[in-house]
């Protein structure tokens, strides 16, 4: 029967489809997954490390990038996602795959690679409408009554962790305790009027609904909203105290094992830190790690004194529980604010 | 197959007697269908929902509690049901609006209108919520004649409506068109020559006809407001406890790697939207055996 016949030939084709062409002996497959900005800056990472790898081993690489939240990929890669290297914005979510699945990923994977596993950093700046209407100069301003402040949510962006975590380190050092600390991000917040679940999405509610008077953002972000959705209609503020954000890649061992990838992922890694493409991460507005190119930009990028994650916080693991986890600090806020 | 078919319809009728699964019928082919469906529902519904109360069950009943019962999440549970309700309130006029425009009157350009019913469903929701978005914020179109006026849409509550309306449009208008049509404009007539007025026409007549086909399309709508993620978290402006639905709720878990957590909430919905679904089933089955009498 012809219903039969075509019933038949879908099921054959169905296996073909699944491994999408064979691999010829030439060829490599290598899969990134990353988290949702760095769209641009692997593209050119990825083209400039295939010729490079082409001349010296005569393979060609085919990259497939995967990009979403950074929880997101996390997630993924944790229920079976193939993935060679992990390319995230927190080591938080980095953590979580060796912790559940050290079959994957073994402990200490952040000392594995330079400074701590992070080939660029960045850091959180301001970004205000043109002319800063509103004079804003430093954090005390976002408290300000009157002002409208655009950050996601710090419970689904990474992202607008660093925010929280840059805002209460300046009520801390500012207020001198914990107590004007919490003091300082509650006032924060309560002029947060729009909370998105993702830093692309505050930047989008700033920039194109118009609303708010000062985005907080990675300073890379903060760049590109500049650039691409309108040349002058922003600027840019450094505060005086910011966070050291560094987004960490790791090779997922467990999964290059398998599929034979070792030493390709564990030398596209390593290309991240060469000067070559620390160029091309500093022209993406990512702050390099290499001190030579760094100086080559270092008008591009302020220098703003930053707390660190591990020394000012205690690690990804304590500062998540004690400020974003169910009860913590940031879910106080809001059933403060509630109740007033 | 055709003379199978035949053969059996040729055999005697059944007898009146029922039997739930003995029971023989003209139709060929019952243990096979209906082994199938029960397969079918296991693989593609039962099975992925009995993993919500696996997880769940992971949870220490106190935990549980804490989680899918805490002051957040009940206020979330508040807005994800009010506003579906609401919007699928909405749908509900405007959607019998439009089936009874559709079905009864002709006019140039039904074709295209009656597409553009089914649009919201080809859409993907998170355009949608882009786009209503940029509509109702305070520099949209809509926002900057609405926003002096003091109603403000885009990053409320209404705004979280407004999406629900848009997504939930084609399942009242479609679930009660067929039945309009069926009825006939001869059956008005009927009742018109036998001394109804308009109104008694529509409230004595039509209503209760349309009545099980226009709940099945409100228990939809409502249904898919409950489930939606991707327009409403883009307009909603996702306050606690105030635009802050229970799916963002869900995905805040999970965003703390707390599976069991997810689940908690997931398990809460379920268990509500299922009884809300049993409830209108149950008006149904009364609508539908008044208009029988």
């Known amino acids: 029967m012809r219903v039969a016949t075509i019933c038949l030939a879908l099921l054959a084709a169905l296996p073909s489809l699944g491994c999408s062409g064979g691999k010829s002996s030439g060829e490599v497959e290598l899969l990134n997954v990353s988290y949702d900005p760095t769209r641009e800056l692997y593209r050119d990472v990825n083209a400039a490390f295939a010729k490079q790898w082409l001349a010296k081993t005569g393979q060609t690489i085919r990259f497939n990038m995967s990009h979403g939240g950074s929880g997101k990929q996390s997630r993924a890669i944790l229920d079976g996602l193939d993935a060679d290297v992990a390319t995230l914005a927190l080591a938080y979510d980095i953590d979580s795959i060796s912790r559940r699945r050290p079959e994957i990923l073994p402990a200490g994977w952040q000392a594995r690679l330079p400074s701590n596993s992070s080939p660029y950093t960045s850091t959180i700046v301001f970004l205000v409408r043109k002319g800063n209407p509103k004079r804003i100069r430093d954090w005390g301003d976002l408290a300000r009554p009157g002002v409208k402040v655009i950050t996601p949510n710090p419970k689904t962006s990474g992202g607008a962790r660093w925010n929280f975590l840059a805002a209460w380190g300046h ?105 070559e493409a620390q160029e091309l991460i500093a022209r993406h507005y990512y702050r390099p790690r290499d001190p030579a190119v760094a100086a080559r930009h270092a008008a591009t990028f302020p220098k703003v004194a930053m707390l660190q994650i591990d020394k000012d916080f205690g690690g990804w693991g304590a500062a998540q529980k004690k400020y974003f986890d169910d009860g913590g600090i940031f879910d ?9 | 197959m055709t ?47 009995s993993a919500v109360f696996i997880r769940t069950a992971g949870l220490g009943w106190s935990e549980f509690v804490a989680v899918a019962l805490s002051e957040r999440a009940l206020s979330a549970y508040k807005v994800s049901f009010g506003t579906a309700f609401a919007a699928a309130a909405v749908n509900g006029i405007f959607g019998l609006l439009i089936a009874w425009v559709l079905v009864r009157h002709d006019f140039p350009g039904k074709r295209i209108v009656s597409a553009l019913v089914d649009l919201p469903f080809a859409l993907p ?20 004649y609405l926003v002096p006026l003091g109603i403000h849409v885009a990053f409320t509550p209404l ?67 409950v489930g939606e993620y991707g327009s409403v978290i883009v307009i909603a402006g996702n306050m606690p406890f105030r635009s802050e639905i229970a799916p963002l709720l869900i995905v805040t878990q999970l965003e703390q790697y707390d599976y069991a957590g997810a689940t908690a909430i997931a398990a809460v919905m379920l268990v509500i939207s299922f009884m809300l679904l049993l409830l209108i089933n149950l008006l149904q089955a009364w609508a539908r055996s008044r208009s029988i009498d």
């Open chain 2, 125 to 144: 929701t998170a355009v949608a919520g882009i786009a209503l978005t940029a509509l109702y914020a305070e520099n949209g179109w809509l926002g900057q």
């Open chain 1, 171 to 275: 009520g801390l050092r500012s207020g001198g305790s914990e107590a004007a600390a919490r003091d300082f991000v509650t006032r924060l917040y309560r002029n947060v009027p729009v909370l998105d679940t993702g830093a692309r999405g505050s930047t989008t509610t700033f920039a194109e609904r118009g609303i708010g008077d000062v985005l907080i953002a990675w300073e890379n972000e903060a760049f590109l909203a500049q650039r691409e959705l309108g040349a002058g209609k922003f600027e840019m503020v450094t505060p005086s105290l910011s966070i050291l954000a560094e987004p960490p890649v790791a090779l997922l061992e467990g999964n290059a094992k398998r599929r034979g990838t070792v030493q390709l992922a564990e030398a596209y890694l390593r290309f991240l830190y060469t000067p």
């Open chain 2, 159 to 225: 705004g979280i409506v407004v999406a629900l309306v848009f997504i939930g449009l084609p399942f009242v208008v479609r679930s009660v068109e067929p039945v309009l049509a069926d009825i006939g404009p001869e059956i008005e007539e009927a009742a018109q020559s036998l001394g109804a007025g308009r109104l008694q026409t529509v409230r004595l007549v039509i209503l209760p006809a349309i009545l099980p086909a226009w709940l099945t399309g409100f228990a939809m709508a409502l249904a898919r407001g």
């Open chain 1, 332 to 340: 106080s806020i809001y059933s403060g604010n509630r109740r007033r």
């Open chain 2, 3 to 49: 003379a199978g078919s035949l053969v059996l319809a040729a055999s005697p009728p059944p007898r009146a007697r029922r039997r739930w699964f003995g029971e023989r019928t003209a139709l060929p082919g019952f243990g096979l269908t209906f082994g199938f469906t029960l397969a079918w529902l296991c693989l593609i519904v039962l099975i992925p929902l």
